[in-house]
C-alpha cells in the first residue's frame, strides 16, 4: 500500500512525507509502550502510536521506521514535525482509534511486522 493510499483509508492527514505519495507500507507495528517496540521491532516498518513525545522520533531514527501514523486525534508538537522532516520519516495523524486503524491496515493487506520471540529477548 502507499502512503498516500494508506492515509486517505485511514482518514488521515499526512503531516511529513507529502512528497513520497508512493512510499510503500507494507509492514506495521502499534504500540504506545516505546520500550516494547524498541524489544519488538527487528525490521523496517511503520509505527502507529498514540504517543506525541520526541522519544518517538529517537526511536523510529534508531530503527529505521519507515513511517508513523498517529492516533486518536493526537497531533505531534512542532519540534516532532521539524525532526520527522529532518529525518525524512514522515508523519499521518488521523482521529481513528488504534484498533481501527490497525484492522483497516490489516484489511488492505499491510502485515505485522517480524518481531522476536520472547525466548529470544530472555534466556529461556
Given at each position: 500500500?502507499?502512503?498516500?493510499?494508506?492515509?486517505?483509508?485511514?482518514?488521515?492527514?499526512?503531516?511529513?512525507?507529502?512528497?513520497?505519495p508512493?512510499?510503500?507500507?507494507?509492514?506495521?507495528?502499534?504500540?504506545?509502550?516505546?520500550?516494547?517496540?524498541?524489544?519488538?521491532?527487528?525490521?523496517?516498518?511503520?509505527?502507529?502510536?498514540?504517543?506525541?513525545?520526541?522519544?518517538?522520533?529517537?526511536?523510529?531514527?534508531?530503527?529505521?521506521?519507515?513511517?508513523?501514523?498517529?492516533?486518536?486525534?493526537?497531533?505531534p508538537?512542532?519540534?516532532?514535525?521539524?525532526?520527522?522532516?529532518?529525518?525524512?520519516?514522515?508523519?499521518?495523524?488521523?482521529?481513528k482509534?488504534?484498533?481501527?486503524?490497525?484492522?483497516?491496515m490489516?484489511?488492505?493487506?499491510?502485515?505485522?511486522?517480524?518481531?522476536?520471540?520472547?525466548?529470544?529477548?530472555?534466556?529461556?
Open positions: 500500500m502507499k502512503l498516500s493510499e494508506l492515509a486517505k483509508m485511514i482518514n488521515g492527514s499526512i503531516l511529513v512525507g507529502r512528497d513520497q508512493d512510499l510503500v507500507i507494507d509492514r506495521a507495528f502499534a504500540a504506545d509502550l516505546l520500550s516494547d517496540v524498541l524489544a519488538l521491532t527487528e525490521e523496517q516498518t511503520t509505527l502507529v502510536t498514540g504517543m506525541i513525545n520526541p522519544q518517538v522520533m529517537r526511536v523510529a531514527e534508531i530503527l529505521n521506521v519507515t513511517a508513523v501514523i498517529f492516533v486518536r486525534g493526537k497531533v508538537p512542532q519540534a516532532l514535525i521539524e525532526y520527522a522532516t529532518k529525518l525524512d520519516i514522515p508523519l499521518v495523524a488521523t482521529k482509534t488504534m484498533f481501527e486503524a490497525c484492522g483497516l490489516y484489511a488492505n493487506g499491510v502485515r505485522p511486522c517480524r518481531s522476536r520471540s520472547v525466548c529470544e529477548m530472555s534466556d529461556c
